[in-house]
């Protein structure tokens, strides 16, 4: 019945979800409140001085959180709420939220009233039996949900617009044929190979370059040993090493957060149970017995535990659950609900050391022996004690970073250089190794933030925090080293290295191909054997980006695995480590017209994919253009209610 309401209303059911979602940012819910979270329009933070308000945080986060608890089934604690970062996925979903709005501005987009009202009537979204909904009935279906009719229309204001400025910005992006057929390859594509690897590392070994040699390399290629601009960035650390010996963590401290999350660390109740089972068939060709010859047979085993036989070995000679019957019946433990619900039900009515009587279930009859059980409780204090403390200190640790990272935040908005920014928040000002563009070297190891020091002047310092694996970082620019022509002292080890790993890849390729020749008159495993080295397998046909075995990946490995005939032998391709003989053994290959058939499909999901990837790179390069400022005080009051 339920099911059949379904599917007659499933356009309004997928009307229902889509407000649902719209509603994780309009949505008010005052129980997130507390007595000092501040008004709902006290701001947050700015962006592009765009404002972000507590009202609309708390409807976000607590949305946010509310569907991670239903998706995780009351299973998410604390510490996995932590991990999780909705603060942070909160606060980035409203700041590209104000982005776009700002972008669109730049740009001369709006939607109009007429816009919205188009979109309302027209969409089939919001149609039944192919008719509009009408006004008074979204009102009423609106206000079943405690939203507005100006909330859902700023929501779909808001929806429009970004989707006006993503076809502005995205509506030109196309996908080739070829491109299109490189994907199609990569998803049908599959090779099976057999093959030998001749590794270059027992030729490295042995290669010792004079200095000769390596002064003739240097002097030949002198250019390309050239050292690139180099950066010095003067940075301070906001991370779990500078932080955690500044945070106290007292016996109150732990005692009060087990008062408030008794709940999440209660252990379910378990049982440890043993089984001996006697199927009934369930059809006529399944394995087992009819229901009343297995009944006979489970009582007869069942009178003979009760006389004392021994349960285990029972088990072991006459129990057909070939899971657990080797190891006497044991199932080990197992919360309330894992098993069926009328196995479930014996054992917890059970006690201790008690044997059941026989057990209907849809897989037969079992005789089940309770080991012991663990009532549902809650651990004292003193067992969860230390996993509270680490839970209390990352949490203090992340609020004095959020507090700090606010405090230099706006000091460096003032004007403030980044070491006096950094005096006043009582943080240390360290100076980074000369790092080149593209290097990520820790500590400092962010793609984005190296890539942001190549923008900056001599001396700018950077307002806002680079996110970094182990915390934070605010950065300016120290020093710049310019790119220069090397000394052979400089770069001498490089040299020796390349000589080495050239000499050593020449010999692998010599070797290889001695191989290649002899495999084609006596096979591969011979030719293999004879020159100390093993001929190996992939272990199952592979498709096209993953990797071939220990040979790895890479362009003119696939190509050349991709594009052998059956039985022939390769030359020997570059492979991980050395050189390879490759020789193709089963091969899917291209096949055009299943290529025609689904080219449309392909071109379409690529086109949407870089279309998304495009919108994500306008957005993160719009990051530089405006201003993130946020309230550190406002944003910590928020979090410790979170």
């Keep these: 019945m339920a099911l059949g309401y379904m599917r007659r209303h499933r356009r309004w059911l997928y009307v229902f979800l889509w407000l649902v979602i719209a509603a994780f940012i309009i949505l008010y819910i005052p129980a997130f409140q507390g007595a000092d979270s501040g008004s709902p329009g006290e701001v947050v933070a700015q962006v592009g001085g765009l404002p972000i308000t507590v009202g609309e945080f708390q409807k976000s986060y607590l949305r946010q959180r509310q569907f991670y608890e239903r998706l995780y089934q009351g299973r998410l604690d604390a510490e996995g709420l932590r991990r999780l970062g909705l603060e942070r996925q909160t606060f980035d979903a409203l700041v590209v939220e104000r982005l776009v709005t700002l972008e669109a501005r730049r740009l001369g987009l709006e939607v109009s009233d007429e816009t919205v009202a188009r979109t309302l009537a027209s969409s089939p979204d919001f149609q039944e039996d192919g008719r509009y909904l009408g006004g008074p009935e979204i009102r009423r279906r609106l206000e079943m949900q405690g939203i507005t009719v100006r909330e859902f229309e700023d929501s779909l204001r808001r929806r429009l617009l970004r989707e006006s400025l993503e ?320 000394e052979l002292k400089d770069v001498e080890e490089r040299v020796k290295n390349d000589l080495a790993e050239e000499g050593a890849l020449a010999r692998a390729k010599a070797t290889a191909a001695e191989v290649k020749a002899k495999a084609e008159r006596i096979g591969l495993e011979r030719a293999a054997t004879g020159a100390g080295l093993v001929r190996k397998e992939t272990p199952s046909p592979t498709g096209r980006g993953m990797a071939l075995g220990d040979l790895g990946t890479g362009a003119a490995l696939e190509e050349a695995a991709f594009s052998l005939a059956e039985s022939t032998l390769s030359e020997p391709v570059r492979a991980a480590g050395g050189y390879a003989v490759l020789r193709a053994l089963e091969r899917k290959a291209f096949d055009p017209a299943a290529f025609e058939a689904e080219k449309a499909q392909i071109v379409a999901s690529l086109r949407e994919r870089k279309r998304n990837e495009f919108f994500q790179a306008y957005i993160d390069k719009a990051r530089e253009r405006y201003p993130v400022v946020r309230r550190a005080d406002v944003f910590k009051r928020l979090m410790s209610q979170g």
């Design 167 to 486: 076809s502005l910005l995205t509506d030109g992006v196309a996908v080739s044929e070829a491109e299109a057929e490189r994907e199609f390859r990569r998803r049908s594509e599959q090779v099976k190979l057999e093959y030998v690897l001749v590794d270059a590392g027992p030729f490295r070994a042995e290669s010792d370059p004079t200095a000769e040699e390596v002064l003739a390399r240097f002097e030949a290629k002198r250019e390309s040993y050239r050292i690139p601009e180099r950066r010095v960035l003067s940075y301070v650390m906001l991370d779990t090493e500078t932080l955690r010996p500044r945070v106290t963590v007292t016996d109150r401290d732990l005692e009060a957060y087990y008062q408030e999350h008794r709940e999440e660390f209660k252990q379910e109740a378990e049982a440890c149970a043993a089984h001996i089972l006697v199927k009934v068939k369930s059809s006529p060709t399944a394995p087992g017995h009819s229901e009343e010859e297995a009944r006979i047979l489970a009582q007869g085993l069942l009178d003979r535990v009760k006389a004392g036989e021994d349960f285990a070995e029972l088990a072991r000679k006459s129990s057909e659950d070939e899971g657990s019957a080797p190891n006497g019946g044991d199932l080990g433990c197992f919360p309330r609900g894992r098993m069926v619900p009328a196995f479930d039900d014996a054992v917890f009515s059970m006690k201790a050391g008690e044997v059941s009587d026989l057990v209907q279930s849809n897989f037969g009859f079992h005789v089940i022996r309770l080991g012991s059980l663990r009532e549902e409780a809650i651990p004292p204090l003193a067992q969860v004690k230390e996993r509270i403390r680490q839970i209390v200190t990352s949490s203090k640790v992340e609020e004095l970073a959020e507090e700090k990272s606010g405090g230099l935040a706006a000091a460096l908005g003032r004007g403030r250089t980044l070491e006096e920014a950094a005096k006043e928040q009582g943080l240390t000002v360290q100076k980074s190794e000369p790092i080149a563009r593209g290097e990520t070297k820790p500590p400092l190891a962010s793609p984005i933030l190296v890539a942001r020091a190549f923008e900056m002047k001599l001396g700018e310092v950077e307002k806002e925090g680079f996110s970094l694996p182990q915390g934070a970082a605010f950065v300016a620019l120290a020093e710049v080293q310019p790119s220069r022509l090397p």
